[in-house]
């Protein structure tokens, strides 16, 4: 039987902050944190339905807290889990992953519960020593360890690296076959529901976290869903969103057939990096998803924690590699001997992308990218070299990086575009025609451009437009929900010039906007000078249209130039091209 206790924050501090308790197996509790504002995470993963951060207590012979919660729960979570045990009695934190969303509290635990022995995988304990600055005990375990709580609680672990951090262990109680996961089939979806009764309620969030979170490392997820496929479970008591009950089977299914695909693309990129959960950690999955805009795969690796093997295997059957140096201090014993793995690894029909971070007096990354030349590798993109705290233009520009990247492979790979469709299906498609814009739009220090065709009005109550945006344009990343941006009409007549500008292949990072007359819109885009009239708007949804994403957007404000003139037309030939 499930009891919930909902418990408010102090609104003066937190609002719309709550707490869920809840009695999940025998001697078992869920402390779920509910953050139901939550519209950010990591650098890019925008949340719809905010999210909660789920904790759990079993209270055996001996008791054991898996996972805290994040720092901003510090009064209420720490409140509950006293009402419910003595913390001087408690024995073991169990920490299946150390980002801090479910480690944000050890240090205060540890202030209450100096006695508790933390129980990690090796990287987990590394990261906690770093963390909590003070001695205290600890228990590395991987897959084949246990742990007895009595009254029948064996906790049994399994190694899971790289989901979504290379520290994760899941965590499986055999005596109530409730499988602890923290981040692994978790969601972003904040509501007071404590099981999964409603899937297709849950699908979207469920899909969009796997596509952020995990499905950058599909194979580490098949490896992880091999290693529970023996285990019996009735529960999945996940870290965020609500636990699996109802409907296991279909969300592990998911995760099986979504990697699956992930593993069986023709192409995919391999990303070595290493400094821990610093700045290469962010810089890498820019990258990341600047490549997977494109529809190539990746796989992360992490070299602090990967074996020779698997770092020659991907080494050798990825199509591309991006490599990461961290700062010269950094460099150790670990990387050398994996460089040297990656170096004899290596084939000359394979592409390449660098960077540093760290910088100093030496730059390690240009003998480096002389031996990849050397070996017959061709380079994506200058390589990049940060010297300074990375910003969200830094992350811009490794999005654009990886972006090139992958059109790079998809490109040299793809079949001639005029033989894959019906010429007479080709040529009446073709016959659609629409106007010519140029669509600016600017977010903080980032701003970007594009010549936009595909675009129509949407809706007249509220005014609205839809405009279709290939999945790999780097503007892409500036038109989500809550997004502005500005409509450049262009005029006929008159559009050569702006449309032979943003019609060029810019260098990641490039300014699209140097040499061209703009001013700002009341929303911050820039509005282009020369052109016919122009659109503010705010995006308010996107759908999928498999190579495009339909944006449509509510119309704030707009204005025209020139009262007689008329729009540029683009009119084609062909239904597979612009
Ligand atoms: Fe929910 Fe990777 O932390």
Request: contains cysteine; negative net charge; charged residues 20%.
């Amino acid at each position: 039987m499930v009891t919930l206790i909902d418990s408010p924050t102090s609104a003066a501090v937190q609002p719309r902050l709550t707490v869920q308790t809840a009695d999940i197996a025998a001697n078992t509790t869920a402390i779920r944190c509910l953050d139901w504002d939550r519209d950010r995470f990591d650098i890019e993963f925008e949340l719809h339905h905010g999210t909660t951060y789920n904790s759990f207590l079993i209270q055996g012979e001996k008791t054991a807290l898996i996972d805290t919660s994040h720092r901003k729960f510090e009064s209420v979570y720490l409140q509950e889990l006293q009402d419910l045990i003595d913390l001087k009695s408690l024995d073991y934190l169990i920490v299946n992953h150390t980002e801090p969303d479910h480690s944000g509290l050890i240090p205060e635990l540890l202030d209450l519960a100096p006695q508790v022995t933390v129980v990690g995988s090796k990287v987990a304990i590394q990261f906690l020593e770093k963390l909590v600055h003070r001695p205290f005990e600890s228990q590395i375990v991987k897959s084949g360890h246990s742990l007895d709580l009595g009254q029948g609680h064996e906790l049994q672990f399994i190694s899971a690296p790289n989901l979504h951090w290379p520290d994760t262990i899941l965590t499986y109680d055999a005596g109530t076959q409730v499988l602890y996961t923290c981040d692994v089939f978790g969601m972003h979806y904040c509501d007071d529901s404590l099981l999964d009764e409603t899937p297709e309620r849950l699908e979207p969030d469920f899909q969009y976290y796997y596509n952020c979170l995990m499905g950058p490392n599909a194979r580490s997820v098949l490896m992880a869903l091999k290693r529970i496929a023996p285990l019996q479970f009735d529960l999945v008591a996940t870290g965020h969103g609500p636990l699996l009950q109802h409907h296991i089977s279909h969300w592990i299914g998911q995760y099986d057939t979504w990697s699956q695909n992930q593993v069986k693309a023709q192409t995919f990129v391999a990303l070595f990096y290493l400094d821990g959960y610093g700045v290469s950690d962010r810089l890498v999955r820019a990258i990341a998803d600047g490549i997977s805009k494109t529809g190539v795969a990746i796989e992360l690796v992490d070299l602090s924690v990967a074996d020779t093997h698997e770092v020659r295997t991907l080494a050798q059957c990825a199509a591309g590699l991006v490599l990461g140096m961290p700062p010269q201090s950094s460099t150790s014993t670990t990387l050398d001997p994996l460089l040297g793995t990656i170096l004899a690894a290596v084939h000359p029909k394979q592409v390449i992308g660098l960077f540093e971070t760290g910088g100093g007096q030496d730059e390690p990354i240009y003998p480096l990218r002389n031996r990849f030349q050397e070996l017959g590798l061709l380079e994506a993109f200058e390589p990049i070299l940060l010297k300074t705290e990375p910003t969200a233009a830094t992350d811009q520009l490794c999005r654009e990086a990886g972006t090139d990247l992958g059109q790079f492979l998809t490109q040299s790979q793809s079949p001639p575009a005029d033989t894959a469709l019906d010429p007479e299906l080709n040529q009446a498609i073709g016959r659609l025609s629409t106007g010519l814009y140029i669509l600016t739009a600017q977010k903080g220090d980032v701003r970007s451009a594009m010549l936009a065709s595909w675009v129509i009005q949407g809706s007249f109550e509220p005014l609205g437009i839809v405009i279709a945006v290939a999945k790999d344009r780097a503007i892409e990343s500036l038109l989500h929900p809550g997004d502005t941006f500005v409509l450049n009409v262009l005029e006929e007549d008159n559009y050569q010039s702006l449309m032979r500008h943003f019609l060029l292949r810019f260098p990641p990072g490039a300014d699209r906007f140097a040499e061209v007359n703009t001013y700002p819109a009341q929303n911050g885009s820039p509005i282009l000078l020369e052109t016919l009239a122009y659109l503010e708007c705010e995006v308010t949804s996107r759908l999928d249209g498999n190579d495009h994403w339909l944006v449509y957007s509510t119309v704030q404000t707009g204005r025209v130039a020139k009262l007689n003139a008329l729009t540029a037309t683009h009119h084609r030939k062909l239904g597979n091209h612009y």
